[in-house]
T-cell receptor
Framework: GQNIDQPTEMTATEGAIVQINCTYQ??????LFWYQQHAGEAPTFLSY??LDGLEEKGRFSSFLSRSKGYSYLLLKELQMKDSASYLC??????????WGAGTKLIIKP | GAVVSQHPSRVICKSGTSVKIECRSL??????MFWYRQFPKKSLMLMAT?????????EQGVEKDKFLINHASLTLSTLTVTSAHPEDSSFYIC??????????FGQGTRLTVV
C-alpha cells in the first residue's frame, strides 16, 4: 500500500534549526511536496522535490533521497510564526497526492 | 501560481439540511478540482476529483449521493453536503493543480452540523 510517515509533533526554540523527516512508500513517484498549514487554515505550498538533493529557499530547505524514500524539511532561524503543521505529500505514478498526517511544530521562546 | 477562492469559510447548519460549498479558480481555468476533508490532527483525505463537464470521480468509501459535486464551468466547482449529520462536521478544502505539480488550495470551509 501507499504510506507517508512523519512525526506527529516536534518542539523547537525560537532562533534554532529544526529538521522534519518524512518517509514515503508509493506506487511510482512523481515528486515530494511540503506544505505549511496553520490551525484552521488551508495548506500553503513550501517546496517540491523530484530529483535527489537539497533545494534551498530562504530559511526553508527541502531534501530528497529517492533511493531511500526519504525527505526532510529544514527550517532555520525559527520564528514564532513558524508554529504550524507541516504536511509531507508524495505524488504517485497516477499523479495522485498521498498525504502524511502532518507534523505539528511548536516553537518556544 | 493559481488563486483559489472557497466560500463560505465557516458554516453552521442544522441536522438534515444541505450545505453548498463553492470553490472558484480566479485566474486559472481548471478542468479538474479536488475536494478534501480533514479531521483534527489528521491528514488530508481526498474525497473526490471534480471534472468539468462530466461526473466527479469519488474515492472509495465516499458516498456520492451524500456529497454532490458539480463542476459546471472551468472556474467553479461546488460540493453539496446533503442531509447533513453531526458526523459530517469537518474541514473541507478544495484545490486545483497547475499541470501535475503544485497544488493550490482554497481557504477551506469549517462545517459544523448541530
Amino acid at each position: 500500500g501507499q504510506n507517508i510517515d512523519q512525526p506527529t509533533e516536534m518542539t523547537a526554540t525560537e532562533g534554532a534549526i529544526v529538521q522534519i523527516n518524512c518517509t514515503y512508500q508509493t506506487s511510482g513517484f512523481n515528486g515530494l511536496f511540503w506544505y505549511q498549514q496553520h490551525a484552521g487554515e488551508a495548506p500553503t505550498f513550501l517546496s517540491y522535490n523530484v530529483l535527489d538533493g537539497l533545494e534551498e529557499k530562504g530559511r526553508f530547505s527541502s531534501f530528497l533521497s529517492r533511493s531511500k524514500g526519504y525527505s526532510y524539511l529544514l527550517l532555520k532561524e525559527l520564528q514564532m510564526k513558524d508554529s504550524a503543521s507541516y504536511l509531507c505529500a508524495a505524488m504517485d505514478s497516477n499523479y495522485q497526492l498521498i498525504w502524511g498526517a502532518g507534523t505539528k511544530l511548536i516553537i518556544k521562546p | 501560481g493559481a488563486v483559489v477562492s472557497q466560500h463560505p469559510s465557516r458554516v453552521i447548519c442544522k441536522s438534515g439540511t444541505s450545505v453548498k460549498i463553492e470553490c472558484r479558480s480566479l485566474d486559472f481555468q481548471a478542468t479538474t478540482m479536488f475536494w478534501y476533508r480533514q479531521f483534527p490532527k489528521k491528514s488530508l483525505m481526498l474525497m473526490a476529483t471534480s471534472n468539468e463537464g462530466s461526473k466527479a470521480t469519488y474515492e472509495q468509501g465516499v458516498e456520492k449521493d451524500k456529497f454532490l459535486i458539480n463542476h459546471a464551468s472551468l472556474t467553479l466547482s461546488t460540493l453539496t453536503v446533503t442531509s447533513a449529520h453531526p458526523e459530517d462536521s469537518s474541514f473541507y478544502i478544495c484545490s486545483v493543480r497547475l499541470g501535475n505539480t503544485e497544488a493550490f488550495f482554497g481557504q477551506g470551509t469549517r462545517l459544523t452540523v448541530v
